[in-house]
């Protein structure tokens, strides 16, 4: 008996057997990977995974998904339920010497860039993430300087991970089918950092700053907490827009910022 979705839960689920088939392949699961789903919701995705690793995690908010998901899975392998709200879930606890989570899931469109942010903050113990989201979602992701896609959530991932967009889904592979389309999405955190970041806590309230004004040039989108001197002598032109500007020329502005951090 299929799973009635709720609409509080963001939950669409996946039926298609050949997107399913694709995003495992996308996946590669080996035999000893520790595989952490969010959402598994029917288990779609969750049944080939623990197919092919035996035992692995999910996080599922919703309790009537989790008593019939463990009967579905009970002849697949050995699945860890646990019954939380991925935005609050201390990935780290499932973290083991040697081994880093691989995440995987369909993530809720409603919470899907406030949860990129929780898992970037401990990318640490995260090998890689596999992710189904809004179409729209993906390509801010992936955009270019100078692109209208291009900002905060493409300039705070090119900090700290590899953005790869890895092929579209339609609505009909969906149950109750979206109103948008959906992009499937690698997400591979640096081992190291691809430019320096010194003061990562500017950085963050420099690029929210620049970006929540994005319309405005970087002088006035800026102003009391970067100079105009600091812009010119780390070559940014202070009369040029926000998305023009390379994570790695945030990072510079951040650095000879004038904000005040903890323990400065």
Excluded: W
């Amino acid at each position: 008996m299929s799973h009635r979705p709720r609409k509080r839960f963001g939950q669409h689920f996946l039926h298609d057997p050949g997107v399913i088939q694709k995003i495992v392949a996308s996946i590669d699961p080996a035999a000893d990977d520790l595989i952490v789903e969010i959402g598994p919701g029917e288990g779609a995705i969750t049944i080939p995974l623990l197919d092919r690793v035996g035992t692995m995690h999910a996080i599922e908010i919703d309790r009537d998904v989790i008593r019939s998901l463990e009967s579905r899975c009970r002849t697949h392998g050995n699945l860890l339920l646990h019954n939380a709200d991925a935005l609050r879930f201390d990935f780290t606890t499932l973290a083991v010497p040697g081994s880093a989570l691989r995440i995987v899931g369909n993530l809720p469109y409603n919470i899907s860039t406030p949860l990129l942010f929780h898992l970037l903050r401990q990318r640490d113990v995260i090998h890689d993430m596999h992710f189904m989201l809004q179409r729209e979602v993906v390509e801010r992701m992936a955009a270019g300087p100078g692109s209208r896609k291009y900002g905060r959530l493409t300039v705070m991932l090119a900090a700290y991970c590899r953005v790869e967009r890895l092929f579209d889904i339609g609505p009909g592979a969906f149950r109750p089918p979206p109103r948008v389309h959906s992009s499937m999405v690698r997400l591979t955190p640096f081992t190291s950092a691809p430019f320096p970041n010194p003061r990562p806590d500017a950085f963050s309230a420099i690029v929210n700053r620049a970006f929540s004004m994005r319309r405005k040039t970087l002088r006035n989108a800026l102003k009391g907490m970067v100079s105009v001197e600091t812009m010119i002598a780390v070559h940014c032109d202070p009369g040029s827009r926000p998305e023009t500007l390379t994570a790695a020329q945030f990072a510079l502005l951040a650095a000879g910022s004038d904000i005040q951090s903890d323990g400065e």
